[in-house]
């Protein structure tokens, strides 16, 4: 039984991981829909073809890249306060 509870501490830190750099991608990915839909006002655009303006590979590795980032510095900020 002991086990199981310090494996579950373990992963702990992951999941909180996990979840905050999703937050951070999602967030991302909101912002830029937003700011398509701001962009082409008026031009007819569908949100089908939104999506498929922002759902690209370099703004995949944007997401991430910035959503490690801004993963380490909370990290770096909860850890001193």
Known sequence: MSSQRTNRRRLFP???AIVEIGFIV???YSNLLMGEFT???GHNKTLAAALMDIF???NLVIAFVSAFIGYVVFECLRKRL
Do not use: P, S, Y
Request: hydrophobic share 65%; glycine share 0%.
């Open 26 to 28: 999602f967030l991302f």
């Open 56 to 58: 690209t590979v370099t």
């Open 39 to 41: 962009f082409a006002n």
């Open 14 to 16: 992951v999941w909180r």
